[in-house]
């Protein structure tokens, strides 16, 4: 069961699966902007608005494979594939099998509760109910703030399977962080993403707050944050994933519809302190 906050978006999303609605329109089934329900629904569901709606229509693929004889190409066809290639592709993606593959194998699971791998995965991915997350909020201006750091590209998918960027900052950026001078904190890490609901396109940019700003090592870059409003997010513990899932969940889910602030849509940004954790949200005016 996801946020009942989401459930308008995610019927519509299943009445229209077929018609390609625009993500806007998706958002605004919740009543939220784009920015706000892309986090929101990522957090809720574990996957990005465009991830959920193709295994959604491979989902269905799915159930037409085993239960009628309809062509694999018909079948692609009538579920937005431009090709059967390309559906083979993404069915293979999903379900480790090709299409044909699949309505011969699975047959025989008609009657069983994982007859589409859909609903697995997404048990999978979702938070699980774990302790309570407590976590202090406040609204404060910071800025400028100037940023040294080096940034990765991948996906939201990629991330969340291959976990790069956790992978990117031990392996590639905390080796080359003493070439940062002028740190304002020695030991607070930042991390800031920018997420793309339209491509899910994912940047992050891991850096350390310095004093000035200055002429970047090679590989690295400074990013100026200019004074702004934010909402900070203290959980009273460092959180794993399922937990940030579940902060993420109460900030866009339960905080910003009860104060009435609004996400700019531009990042957020985790400071890492040595025995805390603090996730800024900027907002839109002061």
Same mark, same amino acid.
């Given at each position: ?5 989401l ?25 939220? +902007?784009?920015?706000h $329900?892309?986090?929101? /629904?990522? %957090?809720?569901? *574990?996957?990005?608005?465009?991830? =959920?709606? @193709?295994r #959604?229509?491979?989902?269905l ?21 431009? +090709?059967?290639?390309? $559906?083979?592709?993404? /069915?293979? %993606?999903?379900? *480790?099998?090709?299409?044909?593959? =699949?309505? @011969?194998? #699975? ?48 996906s ?13 900052i ?17 030991n607070v ?13 994912l940047?992050?940019?891991t ?14 870059r ?5 004074r ?37 849509g531009t ?12 996730v ?7």
């Amino acid at each position: 069961m996801y946020d009942p906050l989401l459930q308008p978006s995610l019927d519509f999303i299943d009445r229209h699966l077929l018609d390609n609605p625009s993500l806007e329109t998706i958002a605004a089934q919740s009543s939220y +902007s784009l920015s706000h $329900f892309y986090a929101l /629904f990522q %957090a809720s569901t *574990g996957f990005t608005i465009r991830d =959920y709606m @193709r295994r #959604r229509r491979l989902a269905l693929a799915a159930r037409e494979l085993v239960t009628t004889r309809r062509r694999v190409l018909d079948i692609a066809v009538e579920l937005g594939f431009e +090709s059967h290639e390309t $559906f083979t592709r993404a /069915f293979r %993606a999903v379900y *480790g099998l090709a299409p044909n593959v =699949y309505r @011969r194998q #699975r047959r025989d699971l008609l009657h069983y509760q994982n007859l589409d791998a859909f609903s697995a995965q997404m048990i999978e991915r979702t938070p699980r109910p774990l302790e309570p997350v407590h976590v202090a909020v406040q609204v404060l201006e910071r800025g400028p703030i100037h940023l040294m750091g080096m940034q990765v590209v991948t996906s939201v998918a990629e991330n969340i399977d291959q976990h790069l960027i956790e992978h990117f900052i031990q392996d590639v950026f905390i080796p080359r962080s003493g070439e940062i001078h002028g740190r304002v904190a020695a030991n607070v890490l930042y991390g800031m993403e920018v997420g793309d609901p339209y491509t899910d396109r994912l940047e992050h940019f891991t850096a350390f707050e310095v004093q000035e700003p200055a002429r970047p090592p090679d590989g690295m870059r400074l990013r100026i944050l200019p004074r702004q409003a934010y909402a900070v997010f203290s959980p009273e513990r460092f959180l794993g994933p399922y937990d940030y899932s579940l902060l993420v969940r109460y900030a866009f889910g339960e905080w910003f519809p009860m104060s009435g602030r609004q996400f700019s849509g531009t990042f957020t940004m985790d400071v890492y302190y040595p025995n805390r954790l603090e996730v800024y949200v900027p907002l839109v005016g002061a």
